[in-house]
C-alpha cells in the first residue's frame, strides 16, 4: 500500500514537473518570436513591383564581364501568379534574361543580352538582421542570379554580402564577402552543395544573420559559412558596421563563370546549352518572398 501511495506522488511530481517544463519553454518561445520584428517583407502578391520598395536599374557601370544589359522591362522583371509562379502561393517576382542581339545602351555600348536588377537602395537600407529570400532557380552553365546587398559609397571599401551566388551548376550555391584587401577572387567565399534530389532548381531559403561582428550564413536552416571581424583583420578592415541595400539580379557569363566553367563559345562563360534556354524563355530566377528581421 505504500508503495502504492509512494508511486502516485512520484508520478504526480512528474507530471508537475514536465507542466512546469512545458510552460517554460512556451513562455520562452514566445519572448523569443516577440523579440524578432519584421522590419521589410515583400510577398510580391501586388500586381506590379512595388516601387515604395525597389528601383529597378539601368545599365550604367558595365562589371566582371558580363553580358546582359540592365533594363527596366516586363520582359526581364514581372510578377507572375498561378502555374507561373511555381508553387509560390502568392505569386512570385521574376527576373530573366533576354537573347537581343546588338541592344544598344544609353552610354552607347552594344549587348545581345537584357535582364533585370532590382535594389532598395535610398529607399531600405539596414544594419544587422537577418536577411532572407526564398529562390527557385534555373539549370544551366554560366546563368549568374544573385541575392545579396552592398554598402554606399566606394566599393570594395563599403562592403559586399552575397548571401548566394549561382553560376549554372545545379549541386551547389555559394556565399561571399568582398571588402578592401579580400575582395574580387580575394574575397572570402564557401559553396553549399546540395542532395541531388534537391537541387538549386527547388525552392530554398538563402539566409545571411549579420551581427556587429560576425556574418552567418544559412541556406535551408542549415549554417554554411562564418565570416568573423578577426578574420576579416587578417586582410583589411571589418566592412560590415554600415548601412546595406538589397539587391536581387540576374546576370549572364562573365567573370566568375568562365574561371568555373572554362566555356569561351558561343559567349564568354556562357554554354550553348543555356543560351538556347535563354532564347525559349526557360532561364529565369524565381523569387516568393524577401525577409529582413531584427531582434528588438
Known amino acids: 500500500m505504500k508503495k502504492n501511495i509512494i508511486y502516485t506522488l512520484l508520478f504526480a511530481a512528474a507530471n508537475i514537473f514536465v507542466m512546469t517544463r512545458c510552460q517554460s519553454t512556451s513562455a520562452n518561445l514566445n519572448t523569443t518570436q516577440q523579440e524578432e520584428e519584421i522590419v521589410f517583407f515583400d510577398d510580391f ?3 506590379s513591383l512595388d516601387t515604395t520598395k525597389w528601383n529597378k536599374e539601368i545599365t550604367g557601370v558595365h562589371v566582371n564581364n558580363e553580358l546582359q544589359a540592365y533594363v527596366d522591362t516586363a520582359a526581364t522583371i514581372s510578377l507572375v501568379q498561378g502555374n507561373d509562379a511555381e508553387g509560390a502561393q502568392n505569386g512570385a517576382l521574376q527576373i530573366k534574361p533576354v537573347f537581343t542581339p546588338n541592344f544598344l545602351t ?7 543580352f537584357i535582364s533585370g536588377r532590382i535594389n532598395t537602395k535610398s529607399k531600405h537600407e539596414f544594419t544587422y538582421g537577418s536577411f532572407s529570400a526564398r529562390i527557385k532557380l534555373p539549370d544551366g552553365a554560366g546563368l549568374w542570379p544573385a541575392w545579396w546587398m552592398l554598402g554606399n559609397g566606394n566599393w570594395p571599401e563599403t562592403g559586399e554580402i552575397d548571401i548566394m551566388e549561382y553560376i549554372g551548376e545545379k549541386d551547389w550555391a555559394s556565399a561571399a564577402v ?20 534537391n537541387d538549386v532548381t527547388q525552392w530554398h ?9 560576425t556574418l552567418l550564413f544559412i541556406y535551408d536552416e542549415i549554417p554554411m559559412l562564418r565570416i568573423t571581424k578577426p578574420m576579416t583583420h587578417f586582410f583589411g578592415d571589418w566592412a560590415f558596421n554600415n548601412s546595406k541595400y538589397l539587391i536581387l539580379n540576374f546576370a549572364v557569363g562573365g567573370v566568375y563563370p568562365f574561371k568555373i566553367n572554362g566555356i569561351a563559345k558561343p559567349y564568354y562563360g556562357l554554354a550553348e546549352t543555356s543560351l538556347q534556354s535563354i ?13 529582413v528581421t ?3
Open 294 to 296: 531584427k531582434h528588438k
Open 45 to 47: 502578391s501586388t500586381p
Open 279 to 291: 532564347k525559349k524563355g526557360e532561364s529565369k530566377m524565381l523569387v516568393d518572398w524577401v525577409k
Open 205 to 213: 531559403i538563402y539566409t545571411v544573420e549579420w551581427k556587429p561582428d
Open 106 to 112: 544609353k552610354d552607347g555600348q552594344k549587348f545581345d
Open 178 to 197: 568582398h571588402g578592401k584587401g579580400y575582395s574580387g577572387d580575394a574575397a572570402l567565399v564557401d559553396r553549399m552543395y546540395f542532395p541531388k534530389n
